[in-house]
């Protein structure tokens, strides 16, 4: 078995830094990019609900339509 030395365990701190470097780095990035992904959501969030707000009231006012016509119709038939 050999003994290894100084250099070999320098050159292994040397890779692992790196790589974890690497990854470090690429953590960064996806945190930086997950602002402006969010920022996107939460307008498409607004956006869905004014359009929810809006679809309740056509369904409001075509209930009130029929209605209408419903209480017409009873009261030629009546």
Same mark, same amino acid.
């Given at each position: 078995?050999?003994?290894?030395?100084?250099?070999?365990?320098?050159?292994?701190? #040397?890779?692992? %830094?790196? !790589?974890?470097?690497? %990854?470090?780095?690429?953590?960064?990035? *996806? !945190?930086?990019?997950?602002?402006? *992904?969010?920022?996107?959501? =939460?307008? *498409?969030?607004?956006?869905?609900? =004014? =359009?929810?707000?809006?679809?309740?009231? !056509?369904?409001?006012?075509?209930? %009130? #339509?029929?209605?209408? #016509?419903?209480?017409?119709?009873?009261?030629?038939?009546?």
């Amino acid at each position: 078995m050999a003994i290894l030395g100084p250099e070999t365990f320098q050159t292994g701190l #040397y890779w692992s %830094v790196l !790589v974890q470097g690497d %990854v470090i780095d690429r953590v960064e990035q *996806h !945190v930086l990019h997950s602002g402006a *992904h969010l920022e996107k959501g =939460r307008g *498409h969030l607004q956006g869905a609900g =004014r =359009r929810q707000k809006a679809a309740r009231k !056509v369904t409001g006012i075509k209930l %009130v #339509y029929i209605g209408l #016509y419903w209480e017409g119709l009873v009261l030629a038939a009546g």
